[in-house]
């Protein structure tokens, strides 16, 4: 189906304040592109296929971005510490199981199903160390339809022997010369300072600088892990510094930086300087208690942002949880750290799922002519009140029901994912 139409109450982003609210409209789609949201249906698009969901919403799909796949088998438990001592205990030990390739199979098939049933369309994620493994969560992840950026996780150094690189960046060039998917591409993944040393950052630094991949990577999270980089770098300005040494930080290609909780004025002009992504996962930062990230003033320095769920840090696939998590977190650090910091409004935490994550793939996350099709269609018919409600009422409370079954149908760049 290249050309069709969708019917319903469709609501997307016009920027971060506005939300546009269609009841019974139009969005049109011609070969994966969006051509727009009508009121009436022009002329030109009734010879398309016309599918009428009814009184459903229909919104843009919204892009994860940032998550560890191989996470998603303990995510849920073992949350009684703080982030090293967390992947020392369990996310490593997880982690090196997924050398066994028929242990990745079974448990990347639950994560990608349960993802299949989410309002996620597109998404940023590290898989583990392994290379086979990696490529199985790919080819999952393409044959279920999506389109989104996957990593095979580079590491070396504090972390058990079975999850060590040992030839510096061979095994990720060996990956990368098999990542032949069509919608699922790869990404440059050094998995923190802590984990990687200088000659990994290094050789990793000089294959984007001739690739021009992107990179994800973590940053500032927790004042333990800030403590050790400084021991690690004591040349460095600060964490974001010890990244843009090695070429790592923007500079060489796109680049998304998880968490960000304690990133300073110096840090925020260096990401504004370099065009670096944050990806602000509050619940894992509740989690983890590792703090909670400055969201406004990201926003007031005007960062490229978007949300993501941080498997397993974060407990849940659903990308709603990451916007009602990122609102609560905004509240407390207005109400507990400072109040001159205004909090998240709705439609400033809808834009960032949708439009702030999208726009690292370019022109995705809005039903504006132009932008890649991904859609999500919602039935929220189960979420009763007896008091009228209109399109925006409805989304902010699907938003906070967090429930994915009320997502009935998904489309990615044009293509028809079943949710049903
Ligand atoms: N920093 C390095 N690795 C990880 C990880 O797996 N999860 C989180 N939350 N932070 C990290
Ligand atoms: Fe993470």
Redesign the pocket.
Known sequence: MKRFVLKGTIIYCKSKEELAAVDGGYAVCEDGICRGVFETLPERYQSFTLKDYGSCLIIPGMTDLHV?AP?YTVCGYAMDLE?MDW?NAY?FPEEAKYHDLSYAKTSYQVFVQDLVHSPTTRLCA?GTLHTEGTLELMRQLEEAGFTGYVGKVSMDRNSPNTLRETDGAEALKGWLSQCNFKHIRPILTP??IP?CSDRLMAEIGELQAQTHLPLQS?LS?NPI?IAFVKELCPDADFYGDAYDRFGTFGTNGSTIM??CVYSDEAEIARMKENNVYVAHCAE?NFN?SSGIAPVRRFLDAGLHMGLGT?IG?GTSVSMFRSVKEAIIASKMYWRLIDSRQKPLQFSEAFYLATRGGGSFFGKAGSFEDGFDFDAVVIDDRKIRTPLPKDPVNRLERVIYADDCRTVIDKYIQGRQVICG
């Open positions: 560890h996470q982030l992947l996310i590290f998995r923190f984990a973590h999270e892990e998880a968490h894992s983890l941080d840090a």
